[in-house]
């Protein structure tokens, strides 16, 4: 499979505290992008880093790419519960976007 | 950000039947479509590709005969059970970008559930 992976699985803190999340991918890649998933629903695209970056910010996130160990994570600062969601990896390859396994993140107020 | 809708949003069967879910692009032409299948807490498994005008292109272990695909516009991409079964409920998601340099953008998802 080509599908990447996600640690935590899952990552249960308190409001105000940083969630990091970590995503190895296989392939080469064009781009890495992470997502957020409410429970059944559908998803919200959070952030875009492309292979010549090296970290990016936006709000309270910041995820950082280190393509040479084909790794990246996604830092969320100062939690709160409406963050409490599934958050996904994704890498773009430039034929169509792999998922990682996600982590489920729980912020209990 | 583009919109992309699915209808039905969420739909009961009975097995045996087939179903029709449908994929569009509201303001964009969509050169391709991506159909994607999601068991409960689990990630999103691409199911297949589709470009407009052309056959999809499915993903390993994916029956073709099973998971029809049809893009025959390029506002539009139709994904068709046919003869659901219990395993094939699941959540599938559509996405879609106007060309290969540009991004996906996500429908809302469609859960499916087969009595």
């Avoid at chain 1, 190895?24 to 781009?31: Q, V």
């Avoid at chain 2, 994904?79 to 996405?95: G, M, N, Q, R």
């Amino acid at each position: 499979s080509q599908q990447g992976e996600e640690d935590p699985q899952a990552l249960s803190i308190q409001e105000g505290e940083n969630a990091t999340m970590n995503c190895s991918y296989k392939t080469s890649i064009n781009n890495l992008q992470w997502y957020r998933q409410n429970s059944g629903r559908g998803l919200v695209h959070l952030i875009l880093i492309r292979s010549n970056e090296r970290e990016k910010h936006s709000g309270r996130l910041r995820v950082t790419l280190d393509t040479s160990k084909k790794s990246s994570s996604l830092l969320i600062t100062a939690s709160r519960a409406a963050d409490t969601a599934s958050y996904f990896c994704a890498t773009d390859g430039f034929q169509k976007l792999v998922f990682g396994t996600g982590t489920r993140l729980l912020v209990s107020p | 950000g583009a919109v992309v809708s699915q209808h039905p949003s969420w739909v009961i069967c009975k097995s045996g039947t087939s179903v029709k879910i449908e994929c569009r692009s509201l303001d964009f032409q969509a050169t391709t479509m991506f159909w994607y299948r999601q068991f409960p807490k689990q990630s999103l498994m691409l199911m297949a590709t589709s470009n407009e005008g052309s056959k999809a292109t499915y993903e390993q272990g994916v029956e073709k005969d099973k998971f029809l695909i049809n893009h025959a516009s390029l506002t539009l991409s139709t994904l068709t059970v046919t003869s659901a079964h219990p395993e094939d409920s699941s959540f599938y998601i559509c996405s879609a970008r106007a060309g290969v340099i540009y991004e996906q953008f996500f429908g809302p998802g469609t859960r499916l559930t087969v009595l």
